[in-house]
């Protein structure tokens, strides 16, 4: 089945403390991207990659670092997460660029910063 | 230039009755119009997609009208039903290879029945 998976799905930490949320797509997708959702405010672009070992910011990159080592995987890292990161975050890959290519996404993942 | 605003924010419609809900653009590059809809735990998917060289696109209850000269597009659910119940995000981007989807805030659409 075509997917994109994230894990974890829900996640409770604490200020500071490190954090990893994978994302993994298994249709060979080139174009990979990390979102935040936010009431009110809708879906907003964190870090985008074109391809392997390519990746640039979004609208909101800030707090945030990604990497593209693989073609099916893009993780999204916090160092030093705070409060206003809490978030619902998706993953999203497409097969050239999000337009005007299908976005597919992931299932979310829930983070809370306390 | 780069905002798509989107609304209403929140919408209730009778079953059977029309949902409307309008986005609004600036940045006349742009020349790909998505719809995504998002239901409860779920991540967004894809419902339709319009290029600005038609004026409406159909699949199935879901219409997108789009008017170019005013930089509008809207999505029209006929007949709508309690299924249709779910977060809707109207869409804005380009061809340009690295260009985002620009997303509006969502509107929220409640089909009682």
């Known amino acids: 089945e075509a997917q994109v998976t994230q894990n974890p799905r829900y996640l409770i930490t604490v200020t500071g403390k490190k954090l990893t949320v994978t994302c993994s797509q298994n249709?060979?997708?080139?174009?990979m991207s990390w979102y935040r959702q936010d009431p009110g405010l809708g879906l907003r672009q964190i870090y985008y990659?074109?391809?392997?070992?390519?990746?640039d910011k979004g609208d909101v990159p800030e707090g945030y670092k990604v990497s593209r080592k693989e073609k099916r995987n893009f993780p999204l890292i916090l160092e030093s997460p705070s409060p206003n990161q809490t978030s619902l975050y998706f993953c999203?890959?497409?097969?050239?660029?999000?337009?005007?290519?299908?976005?597919?996404f992931g299932p979310g993942t829930r983070l809370t910063v306390t | 230039q780069q905002q798509v605003k989107q609304s209403p924010q929140s919408l209730i419609v009778q079953k059977g009755g029309i949902s409307i809900i309008n986005c609004a653009y600036e940045?006349?590059?742009?020349?790909?119009f998505p719809w995504y809809q998002q239901f409860p735990g779920k991540g967004p998917a894809l419902l339709i997609a319009?290029?600005?060289?038609?004026s409406e696109k159909k699949e199935g209850r879901f219409t997108i009208s789009f008017n170019k000269s005013a930089k509008q597009f809207s999505l029209h659910i006929m007949d709508s039903q309690p299924g249709d119940s779910a977060t809707y995000f109207c869409?804005?981007?380009?061809?340009?290879?690295?260009?985002?989807?620009?997303f509006g805030k969502g509107t929220t659409l409640s089909v009682s029945s």
């Open positions: 319009i290029r600005p060289d038609v």
């Open positions: 940045n006349t590059a742009f020349d790909y």
């Open positions: 249709m060979n997708h080139e174009y």
């Open positions: 990659s074109m391809n392997v070992e390519v990746t």
């Open positions: 869409a804005a981007g380009t061809n340009q290879a690295g260009t985002a989807l620009i």
């Open positions: 999203a890959s497409s097969s050239s660029g999000p337009t005007p290519h299908e976005q597919y």
